[in-house]
């Protein structure tokens, strides 16, 4: 399996309050991404990262913000948490080179927002 | 827009082969089929990718149609640990692109 850790695994919040989802690889690959997925609807993907420093918006980025300072670490913040983004979050990862950009995920975070 | 068509649920006996299906009667030339299962509350795991050849590897076969529109995961010996929901994927071959997972098709190994 891919060296990709997320942290908290498990988080409850309440409305209104920031949250910081950690992801961290070892695979020192260039991209990552970060999913949510809910019932009904598959993964989603939020915004991904192409390089340190550099991110994009995916399908469903109202309402979060991603940093990537390191190569390593990709980092979702939910600036002020609300109820519909309780779901389980996955972070994925992707290497530049000769094969075809298959991802490799992580174990996810499920978040809970009361 | 879901660009494949998966039937939501199958079942297979424990030993068979598992042949998952899989329309992607739109697919482009530049687009590559992927398969991906995901265990119960775990995350996606990988497990094989295709253009226009039959692929194996350790886990898995995908045969590919020769007009492309359409391609069968195979698992040779299922076993009690394949049963997860399975998706099939079609995107570019496009470092930064995102996956777009669908409902796909749960698979049930029966004992």
């Known amino acids: 399996d891919a060296g990709i850790t997320q942290s908290p695994r498990h988080k409850v919040t309440e409305t209104g309050t920031p949250v910081t989802l950690r992801c961290h690889q070892t695979e020192n690959h260039r991209y990552m991404y970060w999913y949510r997925q809910d019932p009904g609807h598959g993964l989603r993907l939020i915004h991904y990262?192409?390089?340190?420093?550099?991110?994009d918006k995916g399908e469903v980025s109202d309402g979060y913000s991603v940093s990537r300072s390191k190569t390593e670490d990709f980092l979702l913040t939910l600036e002020s948490a609300t109820s519909s983004q309780t779901s389980v979050y996955f972070c994925?990862?992707?290497?530049?080179?000769?094969?075809?950009?298959?991802?490799?995920f992580g174990p996810g975070t499920r978040l809970t927002v009361t | 827009d879901a660009k494949t068509t998966q039937p939501p649920s199958m079942d297979c006996a424990e030993g068979r082969a598992a042949n998952l299906p899989c329309n992607h009667s739109t697919i482009s030339g530049n687009e590559y089929v992927y398969w991906y299962r995901q265990i119960h509350s775990q995350g996606p795991q990988y497990i094989i990718h295709g253009l226009k050849n039959n692929e194996t590897n350790e886990m898995a076969s995908l045969i590919i149609t020769e007009d492309r529109k359409s391609s069968t995961l195979i698992l040779p010996h299922a076993t009690l640990r394949d049963t997860a929901v399975y998706y099939c994927i079609v995107r570019e071959y496009t470092l930064g692109q995102n996956f777009v997972f669908g409902p796909g098709t749960r698979l049930s190994v029966l004992p």
């Open positions: 990262s192409y390089g340190v420093k550099d991110t």
């Open positions: 994925a990862i992707s290497e530049s080179g000769q094969r075809p950009y298959e991802q490799y």
